[in-house]
């Protein structure tokens, strides 16, 4: 009985720590296409309004 209990619990973990792990790299990979996509906005107003302009 207690066999089978710590069978049934590894498979469950060995299912689950994948899935965390998965979801932990989905939304550091959000964050990471948030944080170029604004940089990048940032950046591109910044030229198009003369900020980052380079002065003479």
């Known amino acids: 009985m207690v066999v089978f209990q710590l069978r ?3 498979q469950a973990l ?8 998965g979801a932990c790299f989905a939304s550091v990979g959000i964050w990471c296409r948030e944080f170029v996509a604004c940089t990048v906005l940032r ?3 910044g ?3 003369g900020v980052f302009a380079p002065h003479d």
């Open 47 to 49: 030229i198009r309004f």
């Open 43 to 45: 950046v591109w107003t």
């Open 8 to 10: 049934v619990t590894a």
């Open 14 to 21: 060995a299912l689950a720590v994948p899935r965390s792990i």
